[in-house]
């Protein structure tokens, strides 16, 4: 069970998009469409911010939507805003009950 | 409001066990709508999902720590934790618990504590 791969960092300026990659293996991330995303603050827990790929729960923001094609899913974030800046995470169910994480992309905006 | 506070030693003894208790409040950790879990991350790095458990008992461990984790429940106060043995420096994290997804296990983690850091050092 190895992480799934992120780019180490990604950037844009307010009001652009950005998509961050999340690329696993047919054992995870091809096989089951369960990707969840996390938005890590400095110093802060993670928040729960897309599942099944591209679902938002309740007051997750309609600027961050999620898609996958193949063994790699992406975040992408709309209208970039300054409170955007964070670290972020993907994780994708792995089967026989285990989960596997990214290891996460520090969003810089401009 | 559903809440989840991690507690225990800040610091634990190369080769010794790791105890961090998960305090569950505003929901019970009974209710067959929930799993629990454990996820830590290094400093400056990742984060990585260590195991989860059923208030019935029933565990899932990741594969690379098996050997070493425990995770049990304690439905009488309401909390569940982690123990890990042979601790060494590269244990040395943030942990934080965290609530699977009430509809679906399956969709990741809802709810996380605020994490607690645990050093590894003599």
């Known amino acids: 069970q190895s992480a799934l791969t992120q780019p180490a960092s990604v950037s844009g300026s307010p009001g652009q998009s950005i998509t961050i990659s999340c690329t696993g293996t047919?054992?995870?991330?091809?096989?089951?469409?369960?990707v969840s995303w996390y938005q890590q603050h400095p110093g802060k827990a993670p928040k729960f911010m897309i599942y099944?790929?591209?679902k938002r729960p309740s007051g997750v923001s309609n600027r961050f939507s999620g898609s996958k094609s193949g063994n790699t899913a992406s975040l992408t974030i709309s209208g970039l805003q300054a409170e955007d800046e964070a670290d972020y995470y993907c994780?994708?169910?792995?089967?026989?009950?285990?989960?596997?994480f990214g290891g996460g992309t520090k969003l810089t905006v401009l | 409001q559903l809440q989840l506070q991690e507690s225990g030693p800040g610091l634990v003894k190369p080769s010794e066990t790791l105890s961090l208790t998960c305090t569950v409040s505003?929901?019970?950790?009974?209710?067959?709508?929930?799993?629990w879990g454990w996820i830590r991350q290094p400093p400056g790095k990742g984060l990585e999902w260590i195991g989860t458990?059923?208030?019935?008992?029933?565990?899932y461990y990741n594969p690379s720590l098996k050997s070493r984790v425990t995770i049990y429940v304690d439905t009488s106060k309401n909390q569940f934790s982690l123990k890990l043995s042979s601790v060494t420096a590269a244990d040395t994290a943030v942990y934080y618990c965290?609530?699977?997804?009430?509809?679906?296990?399956?969709?990741?983690?809802?709810?996380w504590g605020q994490g607690t850091l645990v050093t590894v050092s003599s």
């Open positions: 505003g929901a019970s950790i009974s209710s067959i709508s929930y799993y």
């Open positions: 047919s054992t995870d991330v091809g096989t089951y469409d369960l």
């Open positions: 994780c994708s169910y792995a089967g026989s009950s285990t989960w596997v």
């Open positions: 458990i059923y208030y019935t008992g029933s565990t």
């Open positions: 965290a609530r699977h997804v009430s509809s679906s296990w399956y969709l990741g983690f809802d709810y």
């Open positions: 099944e790929g591209s």
